[in-house]
């Protein structure tokens, strides 16, 4: 299926230079933020105090949200827990508190933030009506169990680094497996790097996005490397530059129906998804938006450099000696 069809290859190795650069810059002002600023962890990887409380009607998350920040519980974490009644809080360590504190005197200070608005409007009627919290549970998470999360999230990150260099090496060439995991941690640096510099909380969530960018990415590079492959073997007399046009210019269709139905989907996360899917869409929000740069125009010149031929596909004819009697 195709919106449209350029009848002319665009000439896009011939910027390769400059795009490369653009993204050189672009990675190192992402590592630069990383290693100044570093990225605001959740709950999940530094530990804090957790929550459970249950209202006799549905309560407006927004206005809890609100009422813990205006009391100081700043990246606080608030989410329905099992039912529309049941809210799950989570509270990260104030900074220059002892991450031990104490959780019942943290549960405390939250009850009386949430008292605040037990008489406000809730979610489902919209009245006003007495809707006071009920303290189920509150637990400690400590820092050891955010070391563990934060060392198998980095394990996980290094398991599909190593399954999609494997996985490209054995169905193209190992000059397309490097240039295509180059582009794809290009793309995850960046977004990391996005999160340092604005201090967006990094959570599960986010980890979550980033992995599932290198697998979307890494599908949009084996899309434009198959067509280098089919144009090599069918069409002779172009050079390289010219092959790599030819593959990205017929699939750009392609590349605008799959990103665009994709990016139409996490906007919608985005706008309508609340505070619980916020940064997750807008993690998927850069990935999609810079893998399609990479991918493109990332990976393919670094195809080029890395000296990528006709005679890597097809095998020359070997001419049958007849047998001398």
Not at 128 to 156: H, I, M, W, Y
Not at 185 to 196: E, M, P, R, T, Y
Not at 257 to 281: K, N, R
């Amino acid at each position: 299926m195709e919106f449209f069809r350029i009848k002319k290859d665009i000439p896009f190795m011939r910027h390769a230079l400059v795009f490369n650069i653009i993204s050189l810059i672009t990675f190192l002002m992402a590592v630069f933020f990383l290693v100044t600023r570093g990225l605001n962890f959740s709950i999940e990887f530094t530990g804090g105090t957790l929550l459970e409380v249950s209202y006799p009607h549905a309560p407006a998350l927004e206005s809890l949200r609100h009422q813990l920040d205006v009391d100081g519980f700043t990246d606080t974490q608030v989410q329905n827990f099992g039912s529309s009644r049941d809210v799950l809080i989570r509270v990260p360590p104030a900074k220059g508190e002892p991450s031990d504190v104490s959780s019942s005197k943290v549960g405390e200070r939250v009850m009386a933030s949430l008292l605040k608005v037990g008489a406000g409007e809730t979610a489902v009627t919209g009245e006003n009506t007495v809707n006071r919290p009920e303290l189920k549970r509150v637990e400690f998470v400590g820092p050891q169990v955010g070391k563990e999360l934060a060392s198998d999230g980095a394990l996980a990150l290094l398991s599909v680094v190593i399954g999609i260099v494997a996985y490209l090496a054995l169905r193209f060439e190992w000059r397309f497996a490097v240039s295509a995991i180059i582009a794809n941690l290009h793309d995850v640096i960046i977004i990391l790097g996005f999160f340092a510099l604005f201090q967006w909380e990094f959570s599960l969530p986010v980890l979550a996005a980033v992995l599932a960018v290198l697998g979307y990415s890494v599908n949009e590079s084996v899309v434009v490397f198959d067509r280098v492959r089919e144009t090599f073997k069918k069409k002779r007399g172009l050079t390289t530059p010219q092959v790599l046009d030819h593959a990205i210019t017929s699939t750009i269709s392609r590349t605008v129906i799959t990103h665009g139905c994709t990016q139409m989907m996490v906007t919608s996360m985005l706008i309508f998804g609340g505070a619980a899917l916020h940064y997750f869409a807008l993690a998927l929000t850069i990935g999609i938006l810079f893998g399609i740069y990479s991918s493109v125009l990332v990976a393919s010149p670094l195809v080029m450099w890395l000296g990528v031929s006709r005679d890597q596909f097809v095998k020359a004819k070997v001419e049958k000696q007849e047998a001398v009697v």
